[in-house]
């Protein structure tokens, strides 16, 4: 079953999702995919992974790291489906970055990765835009790179768990106004998602809605305003996300 929040009529909804991705309300009224506003379907904490692909460590030049690479993305960052991402003025290079994300359903502390499962409530798909131009060290993104207002698509729903019984053999793929840009699969996870909730748990205490990101493949790639990026995680969702400007970004926020 796909669970997803979305607004419409002025009112924020918990709501169910078709096979034909209409939403079906609480009250029993059926809504068109483009009836609605998507937002973010959880909205805790977002731990993210750098270089957790050997593919993409290359890419970058860099040796596959022997121990996770998390740091937080805070809820600002977030935005829905359908939503909009602006791009800096005056930056060379921001990208994309397709990503499984695991949803925390129940606390989580001290978990043992044969029931690390247990804890997950389903899945969904973020794309981790990436200012690279402030980067400090790829193995320490700094808060300008990940951390900017909306430029974090979450979405659309959250698939349950049971609805993806292989999470670590799932084809990720991102496009650029219709154009095949990247493709890889989870089974390239350095750190899968039971060794990543082992990992954070044994530490600190993951609350429901807090969310996993899990890092992204080799493959990436430019953007500008007037892109459309879409990035789709096979089996659980396929992620639209339109580019605009600096400018346009921030005026239509006043507008609004």
Known sequence: MKHARIQFE??????????????RLADGRLLAEDQVQWLPPATGSMFA??????????ELAFKPPTEPLAFIKSPGT???HNQVTWRPDNVAYMHYECELVAVIGKPARNVKREHALDYVAGYTVCNDYAIR?????YYRPNLRVKNRDATTPVGPWIVDVADVPDPSNL??????NGELRQEGSTKDMIFDIPYLIEYLSGFMTLQPGDMIATGTPEGLADVVPGDEVVVEVEGVGRLVNRIVSEAAFFNARTEA
């Open 10 to 23: 002025g009112e924020v909804h918990l709501a169910h999702v078709e096979d034909n991705n209409a939403v």
């Open 49 to 58: 992974l750098g270089l957790n692909y050997a593919d993409h460590a290359a």
């Open 78 to 80: 977030y935005t829905g």
């Open 133 to 137: 131009d402030y980067l400090e060290n």
């Open 171 to 176: 084809t990720l793929r991102t496009w650029i």
